[in-house]
């Protein structure tokens, strides 16, 4: 979700420098089509003409070129261009929606008749922000009236200066952490502008989605304000066990998330779920409460188990505040039979019950409409109506509690089309000032499958999407110890490619609430299979090479580029079988056992060594050497700070480094276990690692060979 800018102004200075050009406004629609051959009958049908196309004719501006004009339009519309009666869409447009069950071009047209502001440039600094933003004049009507103009944030007034139709906006004198803008004003013809609004940061340095390592906060079993009991504990694994946001609030005012290196939380969804018990896919008696909020019975109401709106508005601050960021779980492809939608519109819903992944449904032809199960009706998407529905549910929970972001539950089972404007809404609405809200989807994929996790992401669609491909091949390099080591840098190879020119920032993880925990595969315990948890004793290891695996998965994913994701729990080793075993209590310092807390201990150092090193964030990978029992790779931003990444697996021979002579290093230490080597006669020392270590290893002397925090 990029905004396109206009060209950078140059904030360099006191005053103000001379303004560019007014801004000419692009009103109303402009359809533009090639069409083969000589049709007959070219027109626009839409909601603007009662979609008759014959209303509408469009013109041949250039041979086998043809397109209209409609100035007046504003607002929503919606529209396809029908040649001799067959429909095509807007090449030029990204979002369509359904009108009983047809496809239609959806555009949303600016008010032309009232100004606006847009934004030309911004300067960012680590405790201010200096911001141009330009007046869209109303069609025909007069420039900025500069006594009208007024900024505040948070009611607090900035200091604005005016040229012409540009105010230069100075953000300063406010704490770290997120802010909110708003400018009032006027034209000289007493014309209210549209006022803007938009969040942006006051930070050290501007954040990228690529410098995130995002943790999975699984509300229920989290933590919560008081202690569980042994007995809470020890209650079935389809239970309700009163995690809240509190409990959550708590630790993130401990310091726990960025001891870990984390500066993004990941919710699970807060909208309210229904009471009683219920029988989940695997048929048997009901068992299963909706601890894991995935069953909304109200679009807009947060889970009172969960806690108030007053607690939602807490954490987000605190976070906030201390510099991270939150995003939230949405649930748009279906609700629970208790949703009041359910009564009210049912024909948002598929009107047959038919199970996922059923002999009558199977996955890879009904994916879009079957049901989870009997009580979850699945949303169906042919009517407007629907779409712009669920959108702007989603959206008030962005713009009610100023999330970051939200994580898209379950995105291949709705058209692409619904988290497209998802995206779009995000754009019109949360980036007036470029403060990229993230979209993070999950699209639940075998092995091999890059193509369906490609397809629902670029410039207008998702930011990024779990990298499942990388996770089953971390698993099978670690966890199972099945595959050699190159097999997991070819199958990066391959993610990279499959990502390339998507824009995209894709979640790297080892584990997530829908597969066995890694450290139960690790074990042996598990194996990866759909075992029912219910059948299984899973018990957390005592073996230390399981711990040991868990530690060079995670320095995987969290040196490698993307977005690592940590699952609540796999920091220090949490056990579990399928869900919802895998969805158990979490456990905290004083109840982890000497190896779990070694174990996390390892882990937040990496982690650490991420949030502070922009190399490993940033920095553009480089494959050194892949064998079946090591891997190596180098982490370069080109800033003399790089990193080379050593994950050795069972060799205990001495490593013997070779890097690009274009790095004129001669000192290398290793930031998890102290070890120095040196460089002399262009050979570098040898360097000894135990089996199933990691080594991480930066210019000797840099400030994150500290203990970063």
């Known amino acids: 979700m990029r905004l396109a800018l206009l060209p950078v102004l140059l904030l360099a200075c006191a005053e103000p420098p001379l303004a560019p050009p007014t801004l000419r406004r692009a009103c109303g629609l402009r359809v533009e089509i090639s069409l083969p051959g000589a049709p007959l009958r070219v027109g626009l049908s839409g909601d603007f003409n009662g979609f008759d196309a014959a209303q509408t004719p469009l013109a041949e501006i250039a041979p086998g070129r043809w397109g209209i004009s409609l100035p007046q339009l504003q607002g929503r519309a919606l529209y396809r261009v029908e040649v001799d009666g067959r429909p095509y869409l807007d090449p030029a447009q990204p979002l369509e929606a359904r009108v009983d ?180 896919v695997e048929g048997g008696p009901p068992r299963y409460e909706s601890y894991h909020a995935y069953w909304p019975i109200s679009p807009r109401d947060p889970d009172p188990r969960f806690g108030a709106e007053a607690d939602i508005e807490a954490l987000v601050a605190a976070a906030h505040a201390r510099g991270i960021r939150v995003l ?165 190879a391959e993610s990279a490619e499959a990502w390339a020119g998507s824009g995209g920032v894709m979640g790297v993880f080892v584990g997530n609430h829908d597969v066995t925990r890694f450290i139960s595969e690790a074990d042996g315990q598990v194996d990866g299979t759909r075992q029912q948890a219910w059948e299984m004793s899973i018990t957390a290891p005592t073996d230390p090479v399981a711990y040991d695996k868990l530690v060079l998965a995670q320095a995987f994913a969290l040196t490698v580029p993307g977005a690592p994701v940590l699952y609540y729990g796999d920091e220090y080793g949490q056990p579990g079988a399928n869900d919802p075993d895998n969805r158990r209590l979490m456990r905290f310092d004083a109840e982890r056992t000497p190896i779990e807390r070694r174990t996390a201990a390892r882990i937040s150092r990496i982690g650490r060594l991420r949030a502070c090193l922009p190399a490993l964030r940033r920095g553009a990978w480089r494959l050194l050497r892949a064998e079946a029992e090591r891997l190596l790779y180098l982490r370069d931003l080109g800033d003399a700070a790089p990193a080379v990444v050593i994950l050795n697996r069972d060799d205990e021979t001495p490593i013997l480094l070779k890097l690009p002579d274009d790095l004129a290093l001669d000192d290398l230490t290793d930031a998890l276990s102290g070890q120095t080597i040196t460089r002399r006669g262009g050979a570098w020392a040898p360097l000894s690692l135990p089996p199933r270590a990691p080594a991480i290893l930066l210019p000797t002397g840099h400030p994150c060979l500290g203990d970063p925090r």
């Open 101 to 280: 069950g047809e496809a239609y071009t959806l555009a949303y047209l600016e008010d032309c008749q009232r100004p606006s502001f847009t934004l030309a440039a911004q300067t960012p600094g680590p405790d201010r922000l200096e911001v141009i933003l330009q007046l869209r004049r109303a069609e025909g009507g007069a420039g900025l009236d500069r006594a009208s103009v007024k900024a505040t944030v948070e009611a607090r007034a900035m200091r604005v200066e005016i040229v012409e139709d540009h105010a230069w906006v100075y953000l300063e004198g406010l704490p770290r952490g997120k802010h909110a803008l708003r400018v009032e004003a006027a034209d000289a013809a007493g014309r209210a502008a549209e006022p803007f609004e938009a969040p942006f940061w006051i930070e050290p340095q501007p954040f990228r989605w690529a410098d995130a390592i995002i943790y999975q906060v699984f509300l229920d079993r989290f933590a919560r304000e008081a202690p569980f009991t042994s007995v809470e504990r020890g209650g079935s694994p389809g239970l309700r066990y009163g995690g809240d946001l509190r409990g959550a609030l708590a630790q993130l005012e401990a310091g726990y998330f960025e001891q870990l290196g984390v500066n993004v939380l990941w919710i699970s969804p807060l909208n309210l779920n229904p009471e009683g018990l219920w029988a989940g």
């Open 328 to 492: 939230m779980d949405i649930v748009l492809n279906h609700v629970h039979e208790q949703h009041p939608y359910v009564k009210a519109h049912p024909t948002w819903f598929s009107q047959e019950y038919c199970q996922c992944g059923s002999a009558a449904c199977p996955w890879f032809s009904h994916i879009e409409v079957c049901w989870f199960t009997d009580y979850l009706p699945d949303v169906i998407w042919d009517q407007v109506e629907t779409l712009e529905t669920q959108i702007d549910d989603a959206m008030y929970w962005v713009e009610r509690y100023d999330l970051d972001g939200l994580r898209v539950d379950a995105v291949p089972m709705m058209p692409r089309f619904v988290t497209r404007a998802l995206t779009a809404a995000l754009h019109r609405r949360r980036e007036g000032l470029a403060t990229r809200h993230f979209l993070l989807g999950e699209t639940f994929t075998g092995p091999e499958e890059y193509a369906q996790l490609r397809w629902y992401l670029g410039p207008d669609g998702l930011d990024g999407q779990f990298d499942f491909p990388l996770m089953w091949a971390t698993r099978a390099a670690f966890a199972w110890e099945s595959a050699p080591l190159w097999t997991l840098a070819d199958r990066w």
